[in-house]
């Protein structure tokens, strides 16, 4: 067997192993209680350098002189490191944490909920331990699967992790290895799964020591938005394979990690068979765990089984529902979001297929996107009101809620927790949460610099920031108060009207894990989609009956059902913040506004267990 990358220790002595083709010598730097030691490590084949070190234990600091050189480089696949990254390397023991969660068994993308959040602006502290104190409240809520944002380490104090330069250590601004560890071991404990979102298309600009080690590291022919793609397919691949193919097995076998979100997927470029990805999603799968692609380009290939020819993910957000309900609620049609009409017709369309575009040509480009996606299981496509890109990408990092009424809020609320495909929530929205989120960043002062220049001049094609004055006006990223106006408030919860919104958030999402109608195996079982001016009506059948799911987006209006229905829920009952009362059998609706109605097969058993519902 191989030995891993980076700095093992074996229990009686620290190996260390590393790529460094192109350098003559390595030289293993290691410091302890003030004092420091040198290993030689040995050339192997390949390129790498191994050595061992009788002496070493877990706590050690150490680096890698390369060559000559006199300062040592932290390891490319640093388990931790001491201060940032920077500086130097840590040696870890992964065994000696105390796991209880040996009878955890990782559920189906089918049956999650997700939620995606970001460690440092989760709690008020920031860390890792100060989310697992959050657990029982996303138990509770009906969560069965938190998100969380990229967590390798990056340079400063603050960064939303897409800045990351060591893939394989936890951000020590969140704390230890063994508080992540920590983290997912409660997490489990209460019934929720974990899921990492990791960047294998880029590295930040901070930090990033890659190619001292080897210039073989980047694709001199292959591009990114952030520069030169990693060199997958060309001369020297294979240990650049290893290093980024190996990473999502660490974080399973160290970490316990149940899943993955791939950022940007449609952004690694590799020409070879099998794909990079699809070796990476078989040994996930080969774990037990399941992967999640974000990927804009609508492909049902990412979707497919490796071994049919795909890429083997199991999921993959969807933001098509997301743009056109936005436009829908808000009639916003900048940027992508011009490439979508908006209204029930289209969210229809969305809602029968899992996303809108199959083939079309889109109205920005004039380019085909997209391929059929209803043939594909609904859970596999990951649907959102609001994420990190949706909300953080603009100026001043308003949510969706703060856009929109509180009555066509809700509506758009129930609909995605109880449409057929996986739903997301981004922190906050279960209670229409005020703080925005913003982007944020903590480089050094030339760096940071020109990513504040960069931000306000990414919004200077927008009518109301055309003057450059009004750019000023765009929160500064390396601020820190733009970083801590980002945080959670939670003592919100508490409160009317959040405290309203979250309870319709938690019966919805609890009706959502009681009835597996809302979570259909199959295309087949999925429901019917209907629309009609401004409503759109999904309608399903189980083994109990049937059920009806109708949201209005519009104003007054009347719509006949034709039967009988016994109401279920409705977003706008009194106790949500809305103004209807209990009723109980109905055979028609009235809008006065923005709203979705749950209804249910009108039977006797039904019927003797009235719910809120419509008078």
């Known amino acids: 067997m191989t030995q891993r990358l980076g700095a093992t220790w074996t229990g009686t002595q620290v190996l260390y192993r590393v790529w460094a083709p192109k350098v003559a010598s390595v030289t293993a730097e290691i410091h302890r209680d003030g004092a420091t030691r040198l290993v030689p490590l040995s050339p192997m084949e390949d390129g790498y350098f191994e050595g061992s070190d009788p002496e070493g234990r877990p706590g050690d600091a150490y680096g890698y002189r390369l060559g000559g050189a006199s300062q040592p480089l932290p390891d490319p696949a640093s388990r931790a490191l001491q201060r940032d990254v920077h500086g130097l390397s840590l040696v870890v023991d992964p065994s000696a944490f105390p796991w209880t969660d040996h009878d955890w068994k990782i559920p189906s993308l089918r049956d999650v909920v997700i939620y995606e959040l970001h460690i440092g602006s989760f709690t008020p502290e920031g860390t890792f331990l100060a989310a697992r104190e959050r657990l029982p409240y996303l138990q509770s809520l009906g969560v069965s699967a938190v998100e969380i944002m990229p967590v390798a380490d990056f340079p400063g104090a603050r960064n939303w992790g897409y800045d990351g330069v060591q893939i394989y250590a936890p951000a020590s601004a969140y704390g230890s290895p063994d508080d992540l560890r920590s983290l997912v071991d409660a997490a489990h404990a209460a019934g929720i799964a974990v899921i990492l979102d990791v960047v294998y298309n880029h590295l930040g600009p901070d930090g990033n020591y890659l190619t001292a080690f080897s210039p073989y590291y980047f694709h001199s022919r292959h591009h990114t938005p952030w520069g030169n793609g990693f060199n997958f397919d060309a ?23 149940d899943g993955f979100r791939f950022d940007a997927a449609h952004e690694i470029q590799d020409d070879t068979t099998p794909h990079i990805l699809a070796e990476m999603t078989d040994a996930i799968h080969q774990r037990g765990g399941f992967a999640v692609a974000e990927d804009d380009r609508n492909e049902a290939r990412m979707l497919t089984a490796t071994s049919e020819g795909g890429m083997g993910f199991d999921g993959v957000w969807a933001d098509d529902f997301h743009h056109s309900l936005r436009v829908t609620l808000t009639g916003e049609s900048h940027s992508y979001l011009g490439n979508f009409s908006g209204g029930t017709e289209e969210l229809g369309a ?3 297929e899992g996303w809108l575009y199959h083939g079309q040509k889109t109205k920005t480009t004039g380019k085909p996107r997209g391929t059929p996606g209803g043939q594909l299981p609904p859970h596999q496509f990951i649907h959102c009101l609001s994420n990190h890109d949706q909300v953080g990408n603009r100026a001043f990092g308003e949510r969706i809620s703060q856009l929109v009424t509180p009555s066509s809020y809700r509506a758009a609320s129930m609909l995605l927790c109880l449409s057929p495909y996986t739903p997301m929530l981004f922190m906050g929205q279960e209670w229409a949460a005020s703080s925005p989120f913003l982007f944020f960043t903590d480089h050094h002062d030339e760096l940071g610099k020109l990513v504040t220049a960069g931000r306000r001049k990414e919004f200077a094609s927008f009518p109301e920031f055309a003057d450059a004055r009004a750019r000023q006006h765009i929160p500064n990223p390396q601020n820190a108060e733009t970083f801590h106006n980002s945080k959670l408030r939670w003592e919100e919860i508490e409160r009317e009207p959040h405290t309203l919104i979250l309870s319709l958030y938690r019966e919805c999402l609890a009706l959502r894990r009681k009835e597996a109608a809302f979570r259909p195996l199959y295309r087949e079982s999925c429901c019917h989609v209907g629309h009609s001016g401004d409503t759109l009506r999904l309608s399903w059948q189980d083994d109990n009956g049937g059920w009806l799911l109708v949201t209005h987006l519009g104003s007054e209006a009347t719509l006949p059902l034709g ?5 279920v829920l409705s977003s706008e009952e009194i106790r949500f913040g809305g103004s209807r009362t209990a ?14 109605i749950l209804l249910r097969t009108c039977t006797e058993r039904h019927a003797a267990h009235p719910s809120p519902a419509i008078p």
Do not use: A
């Open 235 to 257: 001369p020297h691949c294979g240990p650049v394979r290893e290093y980024f193919g190996s990473n999502p097995g660490y974080w399973m076998d160290e970490f316990h990690i």
């Open 350 to 352: 969305i809602l029968g």
């Open 563 to 567: 039967r009988t229905w016994q109401c």
């Open 583 to 596: 009723g109980s059998q109905i055979d028609s609706l009235t809008f006065e506004g923005p709203e979705s």
